[in-house]
């Protein structure tokens, strides 16, 4: 009778299971973050992430470490990385704006629609007629003012909403030469859909102080390039 041949069949454990798959998400996260700093420009920090990455993939016995200070090393040397392209935490990327005058076209984006916005005057009072339960009373203010007042035209093909109203993320926010930003007070913005290619008017009220001067009426849509409007104020 012939000898039975036996072969040694191993078997894939739990542990081995989890392992394969926490390393899978620490490459594809790894890879993530190295091809953000390439968008930031930093393209050696990219090229390291990337280096990262072959370690990971590595068998810590070839290492001569163990799993548990193979994922110590790695996460230290994330951390080291990630803290060159982002050196005390400070958003290194400059904020985008276009600039632009008194009646000025700015193209903003919202969602799916674009619209072309005219800031075409601005007023200072030091009161205002504020409407209350449908009545009205005069408010003062020790500073004063500032009505904002332009056009707005939905470029689209269909009817949208205003793109933005009283008090919501979207409202647009004053600047001034100190950097204070100042919201929205109330505004007489239109009512119902904007039809496409119809122009219609808007007013801001803001509250500002009288030592305020170089202001600007910025807008934030869905780009990532702020809107500024330079009211010569």
């Given amino acids: 009778m012939k000898p039975t041949e036996t072969t040694n069949i191993k078997e894939l454990g739990i542990k081995k299971v989890f392992s394969y798959i926490f390393s899978a998400l620490l490459v594809a996260f790894i890879i993530l973050t190295g091809v953000e700093s390439?968008?930031?420009?930093f393209i050696i920090i990219g090229i390291l992430f990337f280096a990262l990455v072959a370690l990971v993939l590595v068998p810590h016995h070839l290492l001569r470490v163990t799993p548990a200070l193979k994922i110590i090393i790695i996460v230290?040397?994330?951390?080291?990385?990630?803290?060159?392209?982002n050196p005390g935490g400070v958003n290194t990327k400059e904020q985008a704006y276009e600039n632009s005058e008194l009646e000025q076209a700015i193209n903003l984006t919202f969602g799916d629609n674009r619209f072309s916005v005219i800031?075409?005057?601005?007023?200072?009072?030091?009161?205002?007629k504020v409407s209350e339960k449908g009545v009205e009373k005069d408010v003062t203010t020790s500073g004063y003012f500032l009505i904002i007042k332009g056009e707005i035209v939905n470029?689209?093909?269909?009817?949208?909403?205003?793109?933005?109203g009283s008090f919501s993320a979207k409202d647009p926010v004053l600047k001034d030469s100190q950097d204070r930003s100042y919201s929205v007070y109330g505004s007489d913005i239109a009512t119902?859909?904007?039809?496409?290619?119809v122009s219609k008017e808007f007013s801001y009220f803001f509250e500002i102080p009288k030592d305020a001067s170089e202001?600007?009426?910025?807008?934030?849509?869905?780009?990532?390039?702020?809107?500024?409007?330079?009211?010569?104020r």
Avoid at 76 to 84: C, K, Q
Avoid at 192 to 197: A, F, S
């Fill in 215 to 232: 202001l600007k009426f910025i807008i934030k849509d869905k780009t990532d390039i702020i809107k500024s409007v330079d009211l010569k």
């Fill in 119 to 128: 800031v075409n005057q601005v007023q200072e009072e030091t009161t205002i």
């Fill in 192 to 197: 119902g859909q904007l039809q496409p290619g």
């Fill in 155 to 164: 470029l689209g093909s269909e009817p949208v909403n205003f793109p933005f």
């Fill in 38 to 41: 390439f968008k930031l420009g």
């Fill in 76 to 85: 230290i040397l994330y951390i080291l990385l990630a803290a060159m392209t």
